[in-house]
């Protein structure tokens, strides 16, 4: 446990030291920023008259681009920059398991992602002070926001660290962080357009879009916190087994 | 201490080794030779555990380096080529890092990077972040990371690329003087320096060990024969004929320059025939400036096949 200790420490400086780093912590506030300004944008069409935010919510579509450029900014160094700057060697040469180390960097990514949108409880200060919403009555809105964006956050950042163990070019590895996502994300749809019932109930059950509208809804069930968390751990369990397959192979 | 047992590996179809068998005792300086793609660096990685053979056994102490991994790995300190570092961490809190990650104790990791930073000569650049240090302060790091955690099995590629002859000249000392109680492997391309520092020395070639041994064995094979040079001054003819009229002489070479005769003196089986020599040379008034045995031409040990050994 100390090691994967290490290596969450060591990973938090360089989110923190680099400009690398500084970088995505920068793209990160100017896509949530743009997305506020979207919301706040919508006020003027009298919308923000509403004392919920949920229909800015739902509506808000720039979420979704900040989840898909994110979350392969966070990633796509965890492993893969390690593999491309040859200095993965140098720390499976250590005595700690890939497992460790996948843990370890993929916890740090999480840190990091759930500081970054901590950041954005500013805007709803700005709105609690400055618009008619009404916090109190839309607590339950605001808890759900916050554990989809932990599970969901969960769940994008292991495809991310997965994606990461697969190659050795940062680059692509967020190429393929956006791919994944956008497959977890847009298949369920596909499978909604069929006439099959079974592949519309599948659907149903794998839909992060419907897991959304659940949490937000305030309805927080085992099948959607099974989902993420299992689907969190199986990427996380592939990423570990992919960096100990490369030991065999390089 | 370290022990590669019929060892070969495959990339693919590619065959990389086959059938090495080497062993490296404590206080033992083993210099690996071979050419770029000999199979140095795959070797090496397979002793610290990070890469499987697809044949044979590596062991370390006895214990197979795959089967119980992290237990081997923080017995064996190694520095792989190029020195990988992470360039944004400062030098005492990368080995600060390395420390922790090696599983040292708070109190003992900040005592031995002390001390690995005073014998690396890292205490004026402790606090620069790596990315600012030159190829040589990198290397040094990179060494005194291997060494944090006192392993008994040093495994270094090319622990001097980029280092000036002076800090080169120190890292051996400082590798010599580790090998006094543990087993120290080095890949390296400096010939002469190895043959100088290893105890031992093993030639890679054409994916197995061409030559092993000590280091003196491995420079001077007599078994095959040994070669005086000298280079005698006084009559050109009589210095043929006595040199070829001496016992245990089975062929002279002879050339003129400036003066001098410069011969090559080949011996019957492992006779050494540099004392002989200078008393002919004593006895017959010659003047002589040099008298040396011949030692295995070291390039040559790398460019064929079979490491240039041969009657």
């Not at chain 2, 030159?134 to 392993?151: C, D, H, K, M, T």
């Not at chain 2, 003066?259 to 050494?272: E, F, K, P």
Request: charged residues 20%; contains cysteine; aromatic residues 6%.
């Amino acid at each position: 446990m100390r090691s994967l200790g290490w290596i969450w420490r060591r990973e938090m400086g360089w989110f923190v030291r680099t400009p690398a780093g500084f970088g995505i912590g920068v793209l990160f506030l100017i896509l949530t920023g743009s997305s506020f300004w979207y919301m706040v944008g919508q006020a003027g069409m009298g919308l923000l008259g509403s004392a919920s935010l949920r229909p800015y919510l739902e509506a808000n579509p720039l979420q979704w681009v900040v989840m898909l450029l994110t979350v392969p900014a966070l990633t796509m160094n965890l492993i893969a920059g390690e593999k491309e700057s040859g200095t993965i060697d140098h720390l499976l040469a250590a005595p700690v398991g890939a497992g460790q180390v996948v843990a370890g960097k993929f916890l740090a990514a999480l840190t990091a992602y759930l500081l970054l949108w901590s950041l954005t409880g500013l805007h709803l200060v700005l709105l609690a002070r400055h618009s008619s919403w009404d916090p109190s009555a839309d607590l339950g809105l605001v808890a759900g926001l916050g554990t989809l964006l932990v599970l969901s956050g969960l769940f994008y950042l292991a495809i991310g660290t997965l994606c990461s163990s697969l190659t050795s070019s940062p680059v692509l590895a967020a190429v393929m962080t956006m791919g994944g996502m956008c497959l977890v994300f847009f298949l369920p749809f596909l499978a909604e357009l069929t006439d099959s019932r079974t592949a519309q109930s599948v659907a149903a059950h794998i839909s992060p879009r419907h897991h959304a509208a659940a949490l937000l809804g305030g309805r927080l069930s085992l099948a959607v916190v099974a989902y993420y968390l299992s689907g969190a751990w199986l990427m996380l369990f592939a990423a570990a087994r992919a960096l100990e397959a490369r030991m065999w192979r390089a | 201490m370290l022990e590669f047992d019929q060892v070969g590996r495959r990339f693919g179809a590619r065959r990389v080794l086959d059938g090495v068998s080497l062993t490296v005792e404590r206080r033992q300086l083993l210099g690996l030779l071979g050419r770029n793609g000999a199979g140095k660096t795959t070797l090496l990685r397979m002793g610290a555990g990070l890469l499987p053979p697809s044949q044979g056994r590596v062991r370390v102490g006895g214990v197979d380096v795959i089967r119980e991994g992290p237990r081997i790995r923080q017995r064996v300190g190694y520095l792989p080529e190029n020195c990988p570092l992470y360039g944004e961490m400062r030098v005492k809190e990368f080995l600060r890092f390395r420390a922790g990650l090696k599983g040292l104790g708070s109190g003992r990791a900040r005592h031995r990077v002390d001390e690995v930073t005073d014998s690396c000569g890292l205490r004026e650049i402790r606090r620069q972040p790596i990315r600012r240090l030159s190829l040589g302060f990198r290397q040094r790091v990179a060494l005194a990371e291997a060494l944090l955690a006192e392993p008994e099995l040093l495994i270094l590629d090319e622990p001097t690329r980029g280092l000036d002859p002076l800090q080169a000249g120190q890292a051996w000392d400082l590798l010599r003087d580790l090998a006094g109680d543990r087993a120290v492997v080095v890949a390296t391309h400096d010939l002469e320096t190895a043959a100088r520092h290893c105890t031992h020395l093993a030639v890679l070639g054409d994916g197995a060990v061409t030559v092993q041994g000590r280091t003196a064995q491995v420079l001077d094979p007599l078994p095959h024969g040994s070669v005086v040079h000298a280079e005698l001054r006084g009559p050109e003819r009589g210095i043929e004929e006595g040199l070829a009229g001496m016992a245990l002489v089975s062929e002279i070479e002879l050339t003129r320059r400036g003066g001098w005769t410069l011969a090559r003196i080949h011996g019957v089986a492992t006779a050494d025939l540099r004392l002989p020599v200078a008393r002919l040379a004593m006895d017959r008034g010659w003047d002589m400036r040099e008298l040396h045995l011949e030692r295995r031409d070291l390039q040559r040990l790398l460019e064929t096949p079979s490491g240039g050994a041969g009657p």
